[in-house]
């Protein structure tokens, strides 16, 4: 079919009249486009032989216009493109060549337009020569070029301002392309991971952890984000990948190298667990003579029970069952001063926290011997109101027991200038709206109202000796936690202190 | 054969009683044992007991309540008291209103024998 078509041309099927008619039709068809042909005489002068319809769309000047006056043309272009036009349409005279030109014109109604324009030079008689061709209004075409120019550049600049690394991959796990600001941030150099596969390039354990998730990101079309660290050459740092669909079976993963705020962020927690510990040795500092009454008591038990035991064998007093018995309470109260020391080096310790499940009526009955001795020595009556089968709470034994003992001893603070008689401290746990409370009431002598909104601020304080830290530190414990820390008090009536955490297993 | 002397251990703190009482007992004291001050004042003991073993820290009354009280009642029974707190200004106003001993736990047989031996005389 092709070839009887070619043949059919060939042939010359069509007559010159019709091939005339033909082209006019085209030209005057084609869309932002004219057909011209110029005839430039021997003297200089060049007029217009022919112009298709659409000039008038292109130039925004009838042809007759410019028939008349061909000069107009050249009137329209912009100042700068008609000098470069000139001298490519001399050229083209000269050497009887093909013009090629982009110009820009500004229409009579101030419109500017790209024309792009491109004819044939041909010799019809000694030194005068006919043009013809097309001039196409290439505005739109070039409108998206510098749209695109523009937006690359754009983008080029977001890239190279970017600290970010960024690597093309297939589905599968192979490295297409790279973006790196600065190479040093490379484990390797490119020529060694480009074309290679993740397993070939990362450690095997990174390899395993991100393969799956660019599989993952392909299949569901949603962002995946991965952690992990990294023994670069400059040494080990932490990253955060972010992986993207990018095209068909590719993905990007956009790689932020995360070390300093990591690094900040263990920074801010060690201190913070630092400011805590201090907390919890200055509050063992107080009542440093209580907790070594409570350590001298079961000392002083072992050393009687051993003494006498001493004594009934040297006078062949000592029966097997009363030596049972003395060997029974040494070890008992030997475990009980063991505990205390216990207590004290896990207070004292400066552990990682962990969120474990915590009964916190465990903890209340904890808290008791490191406070028995304050409490007598203070004339405090203490009680405590436990909820049965109170769930657990979800915390850190030690930061949460920190916050139950600065209560208590605040509590026995606050009752200080009171007849013994009249200081009373009392605990109650309960289950409350999906949480775990516990309230340390005192009968002290309360707060004042402009004090209430300020107890949990730093370095406030209502003690002669106080740092004002305390109660600062208990509500940064309690909020980490995800619970809540509040006071309730009537001035003069002494005042409850609560504080919630939330439920390990919340029903 | 004469009868031993009678010596009440005044003391919260059960094990602690307990060391003390069996310490005494197998020095050949007699013992009387008391979990609080005003256990003491309530039964015999100011008009029975030879000397006090008697803990400064207790719940209620404290071992220099007791002392007070004893004085106010004319009760001159020697007492040794005995303490893991320790703090001079109780042991001065111990000593201050005629304890004998004001002994620091933890103490030896051989402290706790000679206060209670000077407080019996």
Not at chain 1, 33 to 44: I, T
Not at chain 1, 391 to 418: E, F, K, S
Not at chain 1, 461 to 484: E, F, N, W, Y
């Amino acid at each position: 079919m092709d070839e009887t078509h070619t043949q059919t041309v060939e042939e010359g099927f069509l007559s010159a009249a019709d091939r005339d008619d033909l082209l006019r039709t085209i030209g005057d068809k084609l869309p932002k486009a004219f057909f011209y042909r110029v005839l430039h005489e021997a003297d200089g002068r060049m007029r217009f032989t022919y112009l298709s319809q659409r000039v008038v769309e292109v130039l925004g000047v009838p042809a007759e216009v410019l028939f008349a006056e061909p000069a107009v043309m050249l009137d329209l272009m912009v100042e700068a493109d008609r000098q470069r036009f000139l001298m490519a349409m001399e050229r083209a005279l000269t050497e009887t060549m093909t013009l090629d030109v982009v110009v820009r014109v500004r229409r009579f109604d101030g419109e500017l337009r790209w024309c792009h324009i491109r004819s044939a030079t041909r010799n019809i008689e000694a030194h005068r020569q006919v043009c013809e061709g097309v001039v196409l209004d290439v505005t739109d075409q070039k409108r998206v070029e510098d749209q695109l120019v523009e937006s690359q550049t754009r983008n080029q600049a977001i890239l190279s301002a970017l600290p970010d690394l960024m690597f093309v991959m297939s589905r599968d796990g192979v490295y297409l392309d790279y973006h790196a600001r600065d190479m040093t941030m490379l484990l390797v150099p490119p020529e060694q991971f480009i074309g290679r596969h993740m397993n070939d390039v990362l450690p095997a354990d990174l390899a395993a952890l991100l393969v799956p998730k660019l599989r993952k990101v392909c299949e569901s079309g949603v962002m995946a984000v991965a952690e992990y660290s990294l023994d670069m050459p400059a040494g080990p740092s932490h990253f955060e990948a972010r992986i993207v669909p990018c095209g068909p079976d590719r993905v990007l993963a956009i790689i932020r190298d995360t070390s300093e705020g990591k690094r900040a962020q263990h920074e801010a927690q060690h201190n913070r667990l630092e400011l805590a510990r201090a907390s919890r040795m200055t509050m063992l500092g107080e009542i440093a003579v209580s907790l070594a009454h409570e350590l001298n008591q079961p000392l002083a038990a072992i050393l009687n029970n051993a003494q006498a035991a001493e004594r009934l064998i040297a006078t062949d007093r000592a029966t097997l069952l009363d030596t049972r018995e003395i060997l029974g309470d040494i070890a008992s109260d030997s475990q009980r001063a063991g505990q205390v020391i216990w207590r004290l080096r896990e207070l004292l310790a400066q552990s990682v926290p962990e969120r474990a499940p915590l009964s916190l009526n465990q903890l209340v009955h904890d808290v008791e011997p490191l406070l028995r001795s304050e409490l007598l020595t203070r004339q405090t009556t203490w009680s405590v109101d436990l909820a049965e089968d109170l769930p657990d709470a979800r915390g850190d034994r030690i930061q949460i027991l920190q916050v139950l003992l600065n209560l208590v001893l605040n509590g026995m603070d606050a009752m200080n200038d009171l007849p013994p008689e009249e200081r009373r401290l009392s605990i109650q746990t309960r289950q409350e709206d999906g949480t775990v409370r516990v309230s340390v009431r005192d009968t002290g002598v309360g707060i004042a109202p402009e004090h209430a909104a300020k107890l949990f601020e730093p370095f406030f304080t209502t003690k002669p000796s106080g740092l004002g830290m305390g109660l600062r530190i208990c509500a940064s414990i309690v909020t980490a936690h995800g619970g809540r820390i509040w006071a309730d008090s009537s001035c003069g009536r002494g005042a409850v202190f609560h504080f919630t955490l939330p439920m390990a297993h919340p029903s | 054969m004469t009868t031993p002397p009678l010596v009440y251990v005044v003391e919260d703190d059960a094990s602690v009683m307990k060391g003390l009482a069996r310490l005494l007992r197998a020095w050949s004291y007699d013992v009387r044992l008391c979990a609080s001050a005003q256990e003491f004042l309530d039964g015999p003991g100011a008009g029975e007991a030879d000397c006090i073993v008697l803990d400064v820290h207790m719940p209620g009354l404290s071992g220099l309540d007791l002392q007070h009280a004893l004085h106010q009642r004319g009760a001159t029974v020697p007492v040794v008291f005995v303490t893991g707190h320790g703090d001079a200004g109780t042991q001065l106003d111990a000593l201050d209103h005629g304890a004998v001993a004001f002994l620091k736990k933890p103490f030896t047989d051989q402290e706790l024998l000679a206060a209670v031996a000077r407080a019996l005389g």
